[in-house]
Structure formats: C-alpha cells, structure tokens
C-alpha cells in the first residue's frame, strides 16, 4: 500500500470521520477514473444529507471527488433541496452538485422554493421530486439509472406526511413502485424525507426485503440507529445535513433565537462556520441488492 494514501476504515456499521487533507493522496491517484475501482458483485453507494447553501456545495466539490476515490464509490446521490441560499435547488446549484461527482439528486419539501426548479422537473433526468405528488406533476419521483460500466441501479423519492404538507400517501404509493423497479434492478435506493421517526422506520419496516436501503432526510440532524433488518434492508433514519454546523440546522444562530424569543419576523441567513458532509456509506450486493454494510459518515471541510 503506498503509504500517503490513507488506509480505508473498517465497515462495521459505526460512525466514522474520514479527515484526510488533500495531500494524503497522491497526484497520480487523482488521475483514476472511478468506474476503474469498482469491484465486480459489489456496489458502493454514498448518500449525501440536506446540501445547504454555497457551505454545503463547496464542501461537496471538495470531498466527493476524494471520497469517490478513497472508497471506489460507484453510486452518490444526494439531496440537494436546500442547495440554493438554504432554500430549494436552481439549475446552476444543481450542476454545481453534478459536477461535484454527484450521480442523482433529490428533494423534499422545499422543491418549490425557487421558480426556476421547474426548468430541472422538466429537463434533468438525475433529478427526482417526490414520488408522492398526485398525477399529472411535473417531473420523476424514481429512475432506473445504467451508469457504463456498472450495475443498473433505481433511487425513489419520497415526502412523509406527518407535520409535513399532505400529499398521497407515501405506504400506498411506494408498493407498487418498488415491483417495477425491481423488474429491471434489484439495488434501490429509497429518500425518505419525512419529519417523524416513527413514519420513517414503519415504511423501512414494510419495505425490509424489497430495497436495498431507507435513508431518511429532512430533520437535519445525524441520528445513531444505522441498521440492516433482517431482509437485508438497510435503515438510517436521518442522514444529517451537508452545510454549516456551527448553526441552527445550518442557519445563522442569533436570528434564531431571536424568532423563538420574540415570535417576530427574522430573516434566516445561512451560516459559515464548521463545514461537515453528512451522510451514509453502503456496501451491497448487486445480484440481490441486501446492503452487507452501512457507516454514518461526518467529514469536516479541510
């Protein structure tokens, strides 16, 4: 092993906190494509937390590229519908994030914020919004993707109802979604954004055999219940966010405060201090797509 590449942390399911600066790895190294790591009957898959704002994207340009190839990733999806100033996604925080090395990004509840998401609804096949939005909305709540050279994959895009905006019933909707994707894929991936814990580890529950893995966003704060079920399924029930942490869920702290002391009107900036990328790392299996292991991931920004 050469010795200025860092040796990559054993994958037993716990926390992990990869803080390599940039010059543990090599300039040649840099050079490799990431589809040449990749193991056959293995699939990598990094899933990325709430982007919020320029904190969030910056620190996704600077160590996606990175942990692509610390890991061999070959999938990374993240969701990026706080990317724009802390609110919604536009077309160009999107292809900041794409060419980042993100593959697919998702989004929940802020997906209206900014006019110009239509323009990716419309447009952006990498782009997915609820699944749960009733017919007839613009844009894709799934997507089989068939990456060259590497195993097809599918992602699902789901919003929860509870404390969240009512839209169709996400238990109902799932079902039947799932059966078609697993006709062309058996390695999903499943974007739970959802407030309550008990909403988001039921629908893991019932979709325990049938996915590969149920990574909840929204809350933006990193739960510690990373699990495999029984079915092969794994469960996070919340991802963390990917942004400022020195923070209020990635907002500026005083404003904050204010609004809870005052009840008045603030105007919620985003923050700057402590950069981390919040996430997920998976190891499955791509003939039957059972994760075979799952670490919460908390990288700072160099």
């Not at 590969?212 to 809350?219: E, L, M, N, Q, Y």
Request: net charge neutral; hydrophobic share 40%; glycine share 8%.
């Amino acid at each position: 092993m050469n010795p200025r590449f860092p040796k990559t942390p054993p994958n037993r399911g716990r926390f992990t906190d990869f803080r390599f600066p940039l010059s543990a790895f090599p300039p040649s190294l840099l050079l490799h494509k990431p589809s040449q790591l990749h193991k056959l009957g293995v699939v990598k898959l990094l899933f990325i937390g709430d982007i919020v704002g320029e904190p969030g994207r910056r620190v996704v340009q600077t160590l996606v590229p990175l942990l692509r190839l610390q890991h061999g990733l070959d999938v990374v999806v993240a969701n990026g519908e706080n990317s724009a100033g802390g609110s919604g996604i536009t077309p160009k925080t999107a292809e900041e994030i794409f060419s980042a090395g993100v593959d697919v990004i998702t989004t929940g509840d802020h997906l209206w914020d900014q006019k110009e998401v239509s323009v990716l609804l419309e447009t952006e096949p990498r782009f997915l919004r609820p699944l749960n939005y009733p017919p007839g909305t613009v844009g894709q709540g799934s997507r089989v993707f068939r990456p060259a050279g590497k195993p097809p994959f599918a992602v699902v895009n789901l919003q929860g109802r509870t404390f969240m905006p009512d839209l169709d019933n996400p238990f109902h909707v799932i079902q039947p979604e799932v059966e078609r994707l697993r006709a062309e894929t058996p390695v999903i991936l499943v974007d739970f954004h959802a407030e309550a814990t008990s909403e988001k580890i039921a629908l893991a529950r019932m979709l325990d055999g049938k996915v590969s893995a149920v990574i909840g966003t929204h809350t933006h704060v990193q739960t510690a219940d990373e699990q495999i079920f029984a079915g092969g399924t794994a469960f996070l029930c919340d991802a963390g966010f990917t942004g400022p942490h020195e923070s209020v869920l990635g907002r500026e702290i005083e404003p904050v405060i204010r609004r809870f002391l005052t009840l008045t009107p603030q105007r919620f900036e985003v923050a700057k201090g402590r950069v981390l990328l919040q996430g997920a790392l998976l190891d499955l299996d791509e003939t039957t797509g059972r994760v075979r292991a799952i670490q919460r991931v908390s990288e700072r920004l160099p």
